[in-house]
């Protein structure tokens, strides 16, 4: 009888424990995207106990009394409350030593945001702030378009983000978006996704202008945001909370000096790209590229992309710093909106609380 040749038997992979905090609407989005990954869902803290419950009924794992529950039994914690809380949240879960995945926009101050980036660093604890806009594929795609040269050096960018103001009673079940000092209002919390973006494309903002509603008192907000970029470059954001009830817009279009991307969510299109020809004359190509894959569901592509960098000691997309300056540029478009003057971000001074 010969002896086997199999080899041994692998040690099993241990899987990593993730931890949500909040059960929100927000909470539940990751939730499912984690679900569909190779983690094990530890379970949830909420500070009400009933949505906890419910949140674990549904989704799994534990429904833990404490935070301080959940970090002791958790390697990853996703923090998907209110913004004004991230500072506290986040110390906590670096003293700990757990990875921690926070929500955008990644404080209410430009003090808190920037803590928050230095105790994580000092703790040696990876920070990844849920950019998501980065992970869309339309974004994504217009991104490589630029990154590629195919348009050329960017001049203009444009991006329009609206929808209907968060209402109790619906996907949100707290006056939070309503008290501006809390949330920051349409421009800290929605457009911080086109700051982000913009200065993904085309680099460091140096001066913000900005009109909007977000010191009249009213329920439905409205801003609109322009941004002279180091390069030259200027960019354009249109943000509001003024749509009908269950309505949500996008758009993006970026100009360059040999030709232009856009990109709009009222129609069912692929990105589409217009490229002069060689010779310079009037004549154009235009190319379709269409980026949307089954596997391509942006919150799941951003969960990926943080545990696979995670695993193999990789860079994140989003770095703390990118997150901190997309706070920075809405503080600064609040403040223009305020003064009605632009602002210099180089020289921008958050007011004392």
């Not at 679900?35 to 799994?60: I, S």
């Not at 803590?115 to 950019?131: K, N, R, S, W």
């Not at 339309?138 to 203009?156: L, S």
Request: hydrophobic share 45%.
């Amino acid at each position: 009888m010969t002896q086997s040749s199999a080899s041994p038997a692998q040690p099993p992979i241990t899987r990593r424990r993730v931890g949500i905090v909040g059960a929100g609407a927000i909470a539940r989005v990751h939730a499912r995207q984690w679900n569909k990954l190779p983690v094990v869902m530890a379970g949830c803290y909420d500070r009400h106990p009933d949505r906890t419950a419910a949140f674990c009924a549904e989704y799994g794992g534990t429904p833990f009394a404490s935070y301080a529950d959940l970090l002791a039994n958790v390697d990853i914690v996703t923090i998907c409350t209110q913004t004004d809380t991230h500072r506290a949240l986040v110390s906590e879960a670096a003293a700990a030593g757990v990875a921690i995945v926070c929500e955008k926009p990644l404080a209410r101050t430009l003090r808190d945001a920037e803590a928050i980036a230095e105790t994580c660093a000092a703790a040696g604890v990876p920070l990844f702030v849920a950019h998501v806009l980065r992970f869309f594929p339309a974004y994504a795609a217009a991104w490589r378009t630029v990154e590629r040269g195919d348009i050329g050096r960017p001049a203009t960018i444009r991006t329009m983000r609206a929808g209907s103001f968060p209402r109790a009673g619906g996907a949100f079940t707290s006056p939070f978006y309503a008290n501006f000092a809390r949330s920051g209002g349409v421009i800290l919390d929605l457009a911080v996704h086109d700051f982000d973006f913009q200065r993904w494309v085309c680099g460091d903002v140096e001066r913000v202008f900005a009109k909007g509603l977000a010191f009249r008192g009213l329920a439905a907000d409205h801003a609109s945001i322009s941004l002279r970029f180091c390069s030259g470059a200027i960019g354009h954001i249109d943000a509001n909370w003024a749509l009908p009830p269950g309505n949500f817009r996008t758009s993006l279009e970026i100009a360059g000096d040999r030709g232009l991307v856009e990109w709009n969510s009222f129609q069912p299109a692929p990105l589409i790209g217009v490229y002069h020809t060689e010779d310079g004359h009037p004549g154009s190509r235009t190319v379709s590229e269409s980026p949307v894959d089954d596997r391509d569901e942006p919150y799941y592509a951003q969960l990926a992309h943080f545990l696979h960098c995670l695993d193999n000691g990789l860079p994140f997309l989003v770095q703390p710093e990118d997150a901190v300056a997309a706070v920075k540029i809405a503080l600064a478009a609040i403040e223009s909106v305020r003064t009605g003057l632009p602002v210099e971000l180089a020289r921008f001074r958050e007011p004392s609380a």
